[in-house]
């Protein structure tokens, strides 16, 4: 199983990013995805998740900001960020496991994981 996030960059407070993950080795349709981030010094944390009927959860830091969507005919789950602020500023990583527990589940929870890509809100 591997995932691959991508889609990270600098931004100025207020903007856009779009972050992808591509996911091969498993059966997408029956996984959950998730992203979570991690800032320096600090537990990786949740931050959305999708289930297998699209159902979706984010945490309060990020509602009405970020969208998790997914397209399993792509095998690819996205996090749609918009209105970045500087507290945003992490390292994102998708994540993918079998079993619903929430976007406020502990990173343990989940058994795969890609790479994070660096997200960076400055003026």
């Known amino acids: 199983v591997q995932l691959q996030a991508s889609g990270g960059g600098s931004v100025q407070p207020g903007g856009s990013l779009r972050l992808s993950c591509e996911i091969s080795?498993?059966?997408?349709?029956?996984?959950?995805i998730a992203w979570y981030r991690q800032q320096p010094g600090k537990e990786r944390e949740g931050v959305s998740c999708?289930?297998?009927?699209?159902?979706?959860e984010h945490v309060d830091s990020v509602k009405g900001r970020f969208a998790i969507s997914r397209d399993n005919s792509k095998n690819m789950g996205y996090l749609q960020m918009n209105g970045l602020k500087p507290e945003d500023t992490a390292v994102y990583y998708c994540a993918a496991d079998h079993y619903y527990t929430g976007a406020y589940s502990r990173a343990a929870t989940y058994d795969y994981w890609g790479q994070g890509t660096l997200v960076t809100v400055s003026s």
């Open positions: 999708i289930d297998a009927s699209s159902r979706t």
């Open positions: 080795g498993l059966s997408l349709r029956h996984y959950v």
